[in-house]
């Protein structure tokens, strides 16, 4: 298995572009999850999906979009980039997670720089 | 959401054990207590978890206090490999979400 595979690794945007960053997980999970880490800080997160179809907005919701249309996938729209979005963004999945013990695996990161 | 408190550095010695510190006083009755790690560069990893028995895994021991308010990560011999952010969470049976704080920074000196 390949686990949580994240693409790109790396991206400068301008401010106001858009970009989507692509999660991918080959485990069968049910939940994802997006978070971001802003240097020296803990991971916060952005959106996240209990389900094919079903997504909840997390801890920083604003200035993302996010959609689930396939077990496997779960991407995240940026749609107007803006400096403050500058960080590293982390992909996870876990089996299930209704019941607050199920582990969560995260991708490598995609480290995006706005400018 | 519950909070944990965890200092922001440690220092150990290559091949001595490490006893890593956390705090939650607010922890309800239902919250697992997990512990992940980052190494540099990397996504974070899971560790270990429980909910009120001390566990062991093939990475660490968990000792969870008997009021649950405190538990500490024991790395029974660290490497240098160990040398890592360790963050403790709490997570509850709300849709499995963690709440990251800035965890603490584990050096290890050969």
């Known amino acids: 298995n390949a686990g949580v595979t994240q693409t790109p690794k790396f991206r400068i945007l301008k401010i106001g572009q858009s970009m989507t960053l692509q999660c991918t997980q080959d485990?069968?999970?049910?939940?994802m999850y997006w978070y971001r880490q802003d240097p020296g800080m803990g991971l916060k997160l952005i959106y996240y999906?209990?389900?094919?179809?079903?997504?909840d907005k997390g801890e920083v919701p604003n200035g993302y979009n996010v959609s689930r249309s396939t077990t496997e996938d779960f991407p995240l729209r940026l749609e107007l980039a803006a400096p403050s979005q500058t960080s590293v963004y982390f992909c996870?999945?876990?089996?299930?997670?209704?019941?607050?013990?199920?582990?969560?695996?995260f991708g490598p990161g995609t480290r995006l720089l706005v400018l | 959401d519950a909070k944990t408190t965890q200092p922001n550095s440690m220092e150990s010695n290559e091949e001595e054990p490490v006893h890593l510190p956390c705090n939650h006083s607010?922890?309800?009755?239902?919250?697992?207590i997990h512990w992940y790690r980052q190494l540099p560069s990397q996504g974070p990893e899971y560790v270990i978890h429980?909910?009120?028995s001390n566990v062991n895994n093939r990475m660490a021991s968990l000792a969870i206090a008997e009021d649950r308010k405190s538990s500490t990560l024991i790395l029974h011999r660290a490497t240098l490999r160990d040398a890592a952010v360790y963050y403790c969470?709490?997570?509850?049976?709300?849709?499995?979400?963690?709440?990251f704080g800035q965890g603490t920074e584990l050096s290890v000196k050969p």
């Open positions: 996870a999945s876990s089996l299930a997670g209704g019941l607050g013990q199920e582990t969560q695996y």
């Open positions: 485990m069968n999970h049910n939940y």
């Open positions: 999906s209990v389900g094919a179809g079903i997504t």
């Open positions: 607010t922890i309800s009755g239902t919250d697992y």
């Open positions: 429980g909910l009120t």
């Open positions: 969470i709490l997570s509850d049976n709300q849709g499995g979400k963690l709440i």
